[in-house]
T-cell receptor, first 115, second 111 residues
Framework: DVKVTQSSRYLVKRTGEKVFLECVQDMDHENMFWYRQDPGLGLRLIYFSYDVKMKEKGDIPEGYSVSREKKERFSLILESASTNQTSMYLC??????????????FGPGTRLTVT | AQSVTQLGSHVSVSEGALVLLRCNYSSSVPPYLFWYVQYPNQGLQLLLKYTSAATLVKGINGFEAEFKKSETSFHLTKPSAHMSDAAEYFCAVSGNNRLAFGKGNQVVVIP
């Protein structure tokens, strides 16, 4: 069974703090993704990574950065948290290869509140 | 760019009635389409996927979806709703090595 874990289920931070969200997958997947989920907006892609030390901007990268030093771990960083970054953050991973796109496997999410 | 549209953010269905969730896609190439489900306080779980092998796709928990190219649709159905089907459902299309998600349908099952 594929397992994607996220470091925290709930997190409360203050405005201006630096925030780290960690994601680990145990299936040797090449691809990893960070989304934020807000009511009525669905899932929006923040960043993704195809390989170690590789990263690509998604649809809403502003205010975020990422790090992938090891294949199994993908970190999302909020350099200076703001209240508009209060949201549910979901990490996902997938395998890669030629042909049919592979489904993404999701972690349970981190609900971040910035006060 | 690929995209999907899901209409009706909230869908109410009586227990035992048909569940129908609509998804229309926009894609410049033959699409690969997915339906995911999210139960309360959980991540997303794959229900089913279309990869051009068959137009009628069967998934988990009695759900199925039919790909109709002429209508650019991939609607999700279940013949008889169960209380455990209360969840949020997302349609997604694959493109550029990523998924584009719809805004989701929150399904409420009425006893």
């Amino acid at each position: 069974d594929v397992k994607v874990t996220q470091s925290s289920r709930y997190l409360v931070k203050r405005t201006g703090e630096k925030v780290f969200l960690e994601c680990v997958q145990d299936m040797d997947h090449e691809n990893m993704f960070w989304y934020r989920q807000d009511p009525g907006l669905g899932l929006r892609l923040i960043y993704f990574s195809y390989d170690v030390k590789m990263k690509e901007k998604g649809d809403i990268p502003e205010g975020y950065s990422v790090s992938r030093e090891k294949k199994e771990r993908f970190s999302l960083i909020l350099e200076s948290a703001s209240t508009n970054q209060t949201s549910m953050y979901l990490c996902a991973s997938s395998s890669s290869g030629e042909g049919i796109p592979h489904e993404q496997y999701f972690g349970p999410g981190t609900r971040l509140t910035v006060t | 760019a690929q995209s999907v549209t899901q209409l009706g953010s909230h869908v109410s269905v009586s227990e035992g009635a048909l569940v129908l969730l609509r998804c229309n896609y926009s894609s410049s190439v033959p699409p690969y389409l997915f339906w995911y489900v999210q139960y309360p306080n959980q991540g997303l779980q794959l229900l089913l996927k279309y990869t051009s092998a068959a137009t009628l796709v069967k998934g988990i928990n009695g759900f199925e979806a039919e790909f109709k190219k002429s209508e650019t649709s991939f609607h999700l159905t279940k013949p008889s709703a169960h209380m455990s089907d209360a969840a949020e459902y997302f349609c997604a299309v694959s493109g550029n090595n990523r998924l584009a998600f719809g805004k989701g349908n929150q399904v409420v099952v009425i006893p």
